[in-house]
């Protein structure tokens, strides 16, 4: 087993080449979104790198600056459509991943959020850093027309780049790896550089001691090979399957991690997997717990399961973004993709006890010591502070008046329906391809 014998070595620092500023001489603002964990998991890497080094930092959730609760029904669309009609997510995620982005009704969309941007950001605010698509979007926009004046930056969070990640106006694209570097610069992005991850620092790899004390503390078996399962924070995906496939193996013993999904860890135990959680608060004991992970979708878990030295399989995978960062994973080295069913148990031991999984372990923890991380990048484009009497951006009311509101919630009811209108055309499209091209061509603004 990959296990060292106590004591460990102290981990690795993250190298920095900014030094600490002076407290107070910075604020940075940084937007997320609620959608599943990842992208609030790396505001918040990036937020606890930030302050360590002296900057104030405010953090911002995408969703609650969408007019008339446009956030929370995107949300929730989106998660039916993985729910439901994973087929019809796919082509809907492909058909607008193209240069054309965003269609008309979400540039719409994007429009109607820019003055509630503008509003949450604090006067002293000398940078802005998304983690979203969306507020990508929406802070590309406003410094095309000078209405921000300060920089505004995307950290890529996917191994993968959708086009809607890259922004015209966005002044740095940060990347975790050359792989999405590359993709990023391949459509445009400006000044791609890559940043490297930004996980919680309690993700180091176990100690003898420490997955000794970890199988206990969770009532995993003492000695036999485990296989992390995880499914992200909504528990998507053929979980069931899964599971039942890596136990049919014979090779190690799945324990599944099933986010919210309560009602899935439940079904999971009647189908006989024992070792099934619902959302899990100490993720990293779990890791130190398990000797492989197994995941879904190449989110924040791969990157926290590099960083504890787990080897990583992609497997099952979710449509779209879990589709496309399997296949970053799997070129950068980092985690084996598993397309067929025949081959998981010689691929799992292969990870578990062959050169296969050292390879990837040591590039994994690479991964997380090679590069100086995002700090840099943000503080060399980051100016000085607006000194007193220059002009702030107008501040807008606090509700919209008749005709504009009227308007806005229109929008949002379009965007909002829209999707959930083109998920079953989608999912259909063998049958009407002609059908969900006009659906996907007007959302992506072709039909103009």
Not at 21 to 42: C, E, K, L, W, Y
Not at 73 to 94: D, I, K, V
Request: contains cysteine.
């Amino acid at each position: 087993m990959p296990y060292r014998d106590d004591p460990a070595p102290e981990p690795v620092p993250s190298p920095s080449a900014v030094p600490p500023q002076d407290p107070g001489t910075g604020r940075i603002a940084i937007i997320s979104a609620g959608v599943g964990a990842g992208h609030d998991g790396a505001a918040a890497g990036l937020a606890r790198r930030l302050t360590e080094h002296g900057f104030r930092v405010d953090r911002y959730d995408f969703l609650d600056l969408l007019p008339a609760q446009a956030g929370r029904l995107l949300c929730g669309t989106y998660h039916r459509m993985l729910t439901w009609m994973p087929e019809g997510y796919q082509r809907l995620y492909a058909a607008t991943d193209r240069p054309s982005r965003p269609g008309v009704v979400w540039r719409a969309l994007f429009r109607a959020a820019e003055r509630r941007t503008l509003r949450a950001l604090a006067p002293d605010t000398c940078a802005v850093v998304s983690t979203y698509p969306g507020a990508s979007q929406v802070l590309g926009g406003l410094r095309r027309r000078g209405l921000l004046t300060v920089p505004a930056f995307t950290y890529l969070t996917d191994f993968s780049v959708h086009a809607l990640w890259v922004a015209p106006g966005i002044d740095a694209h940060l990347a975790v790896h050359p792989v999405p570097a590359a993709q990023a610069h391949a459509q445009g992005a400006a000044a791609v550089t890559v940043a490297g991850p930004v996980t919680d620092p309690r993700f180091t790899p176990a100690t003898a001691g420490q997955r000794a004390a970890a199988r206990e503390r969770f009532a995993l078996p003492e000695r036999a090979p485990l296989a992390l399962l995880v499914a992200g924070s909504w528990g998507v995906g053929p979980v069931r399957r899964a599971a039942a496939e890596i136990r049919g193996t014979g090779v190690a013993v799945p324990v599944v991690v099933c986010g919210r999904n309560q009602a899935l860890a439940e079904q999971l135990r009647r189908d006989g997997i024992e070792h099934a959680f619902g959302w899990v608060d100490d993720m990293p004991g779990l890791m130190h717990a398990c000797d492989v992970l197994v995941q879904n979708a190449g989110g924040l878990t791969s990157l926290e399961a590099f960083a504890a030295g787990l080897p990583v399989v992609s497997y099952r995978c979710i449509p779209g973004h879990g589709h496309t960062n399997a296949a970053a994973l799997d070129e950068a080295g980092l985690a084996a993709w598993i397309r067929d069913p025949v081959v998981l148990g010689a691929v799992l031991g292969e990870l578990l006890h062959g050169p296969r999984g050292e390879d990837q372990r040591a590039a994994g923890l690479a991964l997380h010591r090679s590069v100086l991380g995002p700090v840099p990048a943000i503080a060399a484009r980051t100016g000085p502070q607006p000194t007193p009497g220059t002009p702030t951006p107008p501040t807008p009311p606090k509700r919209f008046p008749g005709r504009r509101r009227i308007a806005l919630t229109a929008v949002t009811v379009t965007a909002t329906v829209s999707l959930g209108v083109a998920a079953p055309l989608a999912y259909a499209y063998n049958e009407t391809p002609a059908r969900f091209s006009a659906v996907a061509h007007y959302l992506d603004g072709d039909g103009r």
